[in-house]
């Protein structure tokens, strides 16, 4: 099965045009398989994420880069992350434990820290610690992390009543 989708800017005309195909297997939703119409449907809803993409462009050349760019990293598998290795699943973790044990000092240039640079304020005071303290933390980080995982799975299950 496939769709294919032409894409055009309101504005700057025709960016493109792009084909998703499923070659094998069933979709299912909740365990239930899914007809080639809600297939077909998915499908197209999905590739609106290109569209996206270029919405607020304010060229035709920036509408075609980011069009561009977003089918790049959706056929390399570099959509939803940012670039650069995948950030481990236990470093949230770290920097709360960080952040709970800020100093009345580092607490108050936390707040005044741009909100998108808290993350990276954080972990410069996690990398500045003695490698004893760091190991530790990172330790209790990953115990906390897979505790989370337990708890999740805990109450995730199938009931039929």
Not at 5 to 22: I, K, M, Y
Not at 73 to 101: D, S
Not at 109 to 124: I, P, S
Request: charged share 25%; glycine share 6%.
């Amino acid at each position: 099965m496939q769709v294919t989708r032409t894409f055009s800017h309101r504005e700057f005309g025709n960016l493109g045009e792009a084909t998703l195909a499923v070659e094998k297997g069933k979709w299912t939703l909740d365990g239930q398989a899914l007809p080639d119409a809600s297939v077909e449907y998915l499908m197209g809803f999905a590739l609106q994420s290109l569209q996206d993409a270029y919405a607020g462009a304010k060229s035709q050349e920036a509408a075609s880069a980011a069009f561009d760019a977003k089918r790049k990293r959706l056929i390399v598998g570099a959509i939803g992350r940012t670039a650069g290795p995948a950030e481990e699943p236990h470093v949230r973790f770290i920097r709360q434990m960080v952040r709970n044990a800020l100093s009345p000092d580092n607490k108050a240039r936390y707040e005044q820290t741009d909100a998108k640079d808290r993350n990276k304020f954080l972990m410069g005071l996690f990398t500045g610690l003695p490698t004893t303290k760091r190991d530790r933390l990172d330790a209790q980080a990953r115990t906390a992390h897979e505790a989370s995982l337990a708890a999740k799975a805990a109450t995730e299950f199938e009931l039929t009543i």
